[in-house]
């Protein structure tokens, strides 16, 4: 069985930090793609971060760039995404998506991915 299982995730302080982890199982990242999207009350599905399956491309969304971190452990066949001056409007449910890497596409087009997570929630509140 492929699945891809989110964990991290939890309540924490405007500027505060927390570290979401991707952990694949049934297959190895190695020549797979890794999105990071979210989705808050109200809102759509938004992109976040994206790292490559050659790990020589990675990108992030306007909102998040300069304050998140996206990363691999080959070793431990999960990708990390580091939250860093949490903002309110961070609130959400991150999921993590994956697509092999010879499938070509957007950074952030969902419909490219169809192996999904389960969803962990990011409540960011003083």
């Known amino acids: 069985q492929l699945q891809v299982v989110e964990s991290g995730g939890g309540l924490v302080q405007p500027g505060g930090s927390l570290t979401l982890s991707c952990t694949a199982s049934g297959f190895t990242l190695d020549g797979w793609s890794i999105g990071w999207f979210r989705q808050a009350p109200g809102k759509e599905r938004e992109g976040v971060s994206y790292y490559s399956s050659r790990g020589g491309r990675i990108m992030y969304s306007s909102s998040v760039q300069g304050r998140f971190t996206i990363s691999r452990d080959g070793a431990k066949n999960t990708v990390y995404l580091q939250m860093n001056g949490l903002k309110l409007e961070d609130t959400a449910l991150y999921f993590c998506?994956?697509?092999?890497?010879?499938?070509?596409?957007?950074?952030?087009?969902?419909?490219?991915?169809?192996?999904w997570g389960q969803g962990t929630q990011v409540t960011v509140s003083s």
């Open positions: 998506a994956a697509r092999p890497g010879t499938i070509l596409g957007a950074y952030f087009s969902a419909g490219q991915y169809h192996l």
